[in-house]
């Protein structure tokens, strides 16, 4: 498979840009109902993510593609099928190649949704 099934990408779930620290990606995210959120992306150009931080745990998996995780100057190379747990209060980047899907959980409220009305 080279992108999520069409079922996952209902336009009311799609991550607005304004919440997102990557440009250009597709994301969609759901949402538990301990305040946790899962999302996931598919990048379709070499991309580059901004330096931030959270105030819960994000669990993030590679399904496609390579994700180069950015942590205190560390680059840790991520390919398909490797995953990777970020605590709290860690700043963190990435830079994502062509083509590359993941899935991320959040342990709190971390996307909101595109504005449809």
């Known amino acids: 498979m080279n992108d999520f ?3 996952m990408k209902n336009p009311i779930n799609r991550i607005a840009s304004k919440s997102q620290y990557t440009e250009d990606i597709e994301g969609y995210v759901f949402d538990g109902a301990d305040g946790s959120q899962v ?3 598919k990048c ?3 991309r580059v993510s901004k330096p931030h ?5 994000e669990y993030m998996i590679v399904v496609q593609g390579k994700f180069t995780l950015i942590i205190d100057n ?6 398909a099928g490797q995953e ?8 963190h ?5 062509a083509g590359t899907r993941t899935i991320h959980v959040f342990g709190g409220k971390r996307l909101t949704r595109e504005d449809l009305f």
């Open 5 to 7: 099934p069409d079922f």
């Open 53 to 57: 931080i959270h105030d819960y745990d």
């Open 93 to 97: 980047a990435g830079e994502v190649t």
């Open 39 to 41: 999302a996931f992306w």
């Open 74 to 79: 560390q680059r840790i190379p991520l390919a």
């Open 44 to 46: 379709p150009k070499n």
């Open 84 to 91: 990777y747990h970020i605590p709290k209060a860690v700043t």
